[in-house]
């Protein structure tokens, strides 16, 4: 079974700080792979795609990174504000016509003034 | 939002009720979604839908019903709700093209059934 762990489960960090989050996928045949931020109470919100060429891709503060041998990628944030306070869902698309994505289950980041 | 809008937004319903859940998108994208979000489980699909009248399971299909007679609407329908689909319900569309298109989700309705 297609399979999206991401780690940590929750995250606190002071404003200014920067700050990894995991994920990694057990997914194939891959296609892309994506990190969405989820506001609370709102639909998540697309951040990067990345395919299997795509070792990093960039989102203004927020860099991903793609390594589809070893099936990991991270989420880079960079000098986190206030507004970085969300959840953060990492969702790998498996390759094919249905376009059925596998969730991961979020990481949940707390930015601190 | 790529136009994505979800009604209602809240519900609280009785066991044993139908409920309805309609989402509406204006820009006629043919793929559209139904997922669950649960505390502890990431999104969930319920059933997808690639056309007019073209709809298919996902992973947690029982107990849902959809139904798509207009491109721009998606409608989930509980048919006896009960507790356990107590939930935070998205619609969501995927752009056409390309094998790395978007995905929009809409606002989200929370469904409570008491």
């Known amino acids: 079974k297609n399979q999206v762990e991401q780690s940590p489960q929750s995250l606190i960090i002071l404003e200014g700080k920067n700050c990894t989050l995991q994920c990694n996928y057990t997914v194939s045949p891959f296609s892309n792979l994506r990190w969405y931020k989820q506001d609370t109470g709102r639909g998540p919100v697309s951040l990067t795609i990345m395919t299997f060429s795509e070792n990093t891709k960039s989102n203004g503060r927020y860099t991903a990174t793609l390594d589809a041998d070893t099936k990991q990628s991270s989420l880079h944030i960079t000098a986190s504000q206030l507004s970085d306070s969300a959840s953060y869902i990492c969702v790998v698309i498996e390759s094919g016509g249905s376009y059925i994505p596998t969730f991961g289950r979020g990481t949940s980041l707390i930015v601190h003034p | 939002d790529a136009g994505i809008t979800q009604s209602p937004r809240h519900k609280v319903t009785e066991t044993g009720t139908p409920v309805t859940l309609r989402c509406h998108q204006t820009?006629?994208?043919?793929?559209m979604y139904w997922y669950r979000q649960d505390p502890g489980h990431g999104l969930r699909l319920i059933h997808y839908s690639y056309g007019v009248k073209d709809t298919d399971k996902g992973e947690v299909s029982d107990g849902y019903s959809v139904s798509r007679s207009k491109t721009e609407d998606f409608l989930l329908t509980l048919e006896s709700a009960t507790s356990s689909q107590t939930s935070v319900y998205f619609c969501?569309?995927?752009?056409?093209?390309?094998?790395?298109?978007?995905?929009?989700f809409g606002p989200g309705t929370r469904l409570t059934v008491t």
């Open positions: 820009e006629n994208h043919r793929y």
């Open positions: 969501a569309i995927r752009e056409s093209g390309e094998n790395h298109y978007e995905q929009y």
